[in-house]
Nanobody
Framework: QLQLVESGGGLVQPGGSLTLSCAAS????????IGWFRQAPGKEREGVSC????????NYVDSAKGRFTISRDNAKNTVYLQMNSLKPKDTAIYYC?????????????????WGQGTQVTVSS
């Protein structure tokens, strides 16, 4: 069974950092582009960042540029989202998603497999 499991969320103060992990089971991520998305209460799910299957290409939405870094370790079958300088507006459930192809997108519709999400709360 193909599964994606996010971890690393939690409560952090404004200005703090968190690293989210997206681990795959039942398949290898080597051939999959991965996206990170988030959904805040009362809002639609939005893209945050993505990384191509080779890792050579990454994309970030404007709100994440300069603060978030996506990376992948195919040996560990895991993709990471390092988040720095967190703000209260970053509070959301964060999801990772996978699609079997090289290129990635921060659009919701471009992915076949989704994790269950991990809560990130930025508050003092």
């Amino acid at each position: 069974q193909l599964q994606l499991v996010e971890s690393g969320g939690g409560l952090v103060q404004p200005g703090g950092s968190l690293t989210l992990s997206c681990a795959a089971s039942g398949f290898t991520l080597d051939y999959y582009a991965i996206g990170w998305f988030r959904q805040a209460p009362g809002k639609e799910r939005e893209g945050v960042s993505c990384i191509s299957s080779s890792g050579r290409s990454t994309n970030y939405v404007d709100s994440a540029k300069g603060r978030f870094t996506i990376s992948r370790d195919n040996a560990k079958n895991t993709v990471y989202l390092q988040m720095n300088s967190l703000k209260p507006k970053d509070t959301a459930i964060y999801y990772c998603a996978a699609v079997r192809r090289e290129w990635c997108t921060t659009l919701n519709a471009g992915y076949d497999y989704w994790g269950q999400g991990t809560q990130v709360t930025v508050s003092s």
